[in-house]
T-cell receptor
Framework: KNEVEQSPQNLTAQEGEFITINCSYS?????LHWLQQHPGGGIVSLFM???GKKKHGRLIATINIQEKHSSLHITASHPRDSAVYIC??????????FGTGTRLQVFP | EAQVTQNPRYLITVTGKKLTVTCSQNMNHEYMSWYRQDPGLGLRQIYYSMNVEVTDKGDVPEGYKVSRKEKRNFPLILESPSPNQTSLYFC?????????????FGNGTRLTVT
């Protein structure tokens, strides 16, 4: 079993839908990162959080430390949100464990 | 513009022919790292560096070398590439002494070893 699990692996949505991507981890962490990888391959850091909730535009990330679970929500999804979303658990200062990603496709 | 620059974007080579993938950041970041990304496995750390002249192995260091002679540059060297090193490679950097700060990634290098 992977130490960081994401679900679903693939997700298809219609434009405007509310989207949730889940990340569960089995290790102790100091922070949880959410990353976005576009079809061209580049990776962008979306959030880094160690408790509670963060919001940036239409994106919201939450984390429940006790349940070892984090979610990434996208409100009013748009085709340009189509990408692979990756969560990464920071287990110590020099080590991240990455999930295998959730591929999201949003259709007009 | 603050960025991490990797070159080349695409590279096709043959087994055993030494190659270097360059990585440079202009943000004065102390911490830099190399990852490889393979289908179904996610990103895995190859090597990382916490400062100039300080490098350490990650999870999959075999077959790779790195150097950190200057703060801005962190090249990845494959002395004798093999087909199992065919992968998508990313360089990343971070400001602080821990990874408790946002990661900045390069655009990736897709390497094919035949």
């Amino acid at each position: 079993k992977n130490e960081v699990e994401q679900s679903p692996q693939n997700l298809t949505a219609q434009e405007g839908e509310f989207i949730t991507i889940n990340c569960s981890y089995s290790v102790g962490i100091s922070a949880l990162h959410w990353l976005q990888q576009h079809p061209g391959g580049g990776i962008v850091s979306l959030f880094m959080l160690s408790s509670g909730k963060k919001k940036h535009g239409r994106l919201i990330a939450t984390i429940n430390i006790q349940e070892k679970h984090s979610s990434l929500h996208i409100t009013a999804s748009h085709p340009r949100d189509s990408a692979v979303y990756i969560c990464a658990a920071q287990v110590r200062s020099d080590k991240l464990i990455f999930g295998t990603g959730t591929r999201l496709q949003v259709f007009p | 513009e603050a960025q991490v620059t990797q070159n080349p974007r695409y590279l096709i080579t043959v087994t055993g022919k030494k190659l270097t993938v360059t990585c440079s950041q202009n943000m004065n970041h102390e911490y830099m790292s190399w990852y490889r990304q393979d289908p179904g496995l996610g990103l895995r750390q190859i090597y990382y560096s916490m400062n100039v002249e300080v490098t350490d192995k990650g999870d999959v260091p075999e077959g790779y070398k790195v150097s950190r002679k200057e703060k801005r540059n962190f090249p990845l060297i494959l002395e004798s590439p093999s087909p199992n090193q065919t992968s998508l490679y990313f360089c990343a950097s971070s400001l602080e002494r821990t990874w408790n700060s946002p990661l900045h990634f390069g655009n990736g290098t897709r390497l094919t070893v035949t």
